[in-house]
């Protein structure tokens, strides 16, 4: 048996360390997650080797749409709507994956977010009343995106619970 397979073993088989035995403190609080989607095993799954490439390319063309985006608002010889275009279909895309594999709901933080930055992104893209606001949109959008991000998954995954 090979050293990481042991490994695996050993992690598998130590009831020390199963989430059942664990006890609920307020250092240890219950994982918040959303009663009306399906748990998957892990964090999602995703499809294999080609479909993890895939995301990580769109995830690339996003940021750098998103890059582009805020150049242009900065005074970069490039109109908004191209970059706005682009950050808004590659945000939709993303977002289609995450449903797929169940990493996101729309019921919850995370998902409510991603629902607001892209109205955000299509706004400041196509609409001539936010060009006064566009940059100070833009701003929010990049924090609001990192934050969400980034957030404990507790918070990201937060749902209301229905009564």
Request: proline share 9%.
């Amino acid at each position: 048996m090979t050293s990481s397979a042991a490994c695996r073993e050993s992690r598998g088989s130590n009831p020390s360390t199963s989430p059942s035995t664990t006890p609920q403190t307020p250092q240890n609080p219950p994982p918040m997650t959303n009663p009306d989607v399906e748990p998957t095993k892990g964090k999602g799954r995703r499809g294999g080797e080609v479909e993890r490439w895939w995301a990580l390319a769109l995830r690339t063309v996003h940021l750098a749409a998103v890059v582009a985006l805020g150049a242009a608002l900065l005074g970069a010889p490039l109109g908004a709507a191209g970059p706005g275009l682009a950050v808004f279909a590659t945000g939709i895309v993303l977002l289609a994956q995450d449903l797929r594999a169940r990493r996101i709901a729309l019921t919850e933080v995370a998902g409510a977010v991603v629902l607001v930055k892209l109205a955000l992104v299509a706004w400041v893209a196509w609409s001539r009343p936010a060009a006064d606001h566009a940059l100070a949109v833009f701003w929010v959008l990049l924090v609001l995106s990192s934050l969400s991000s980034h957030a404990p998954k507790r918070w990201r995954h937060w749902a209301p619970r229905r009564r």
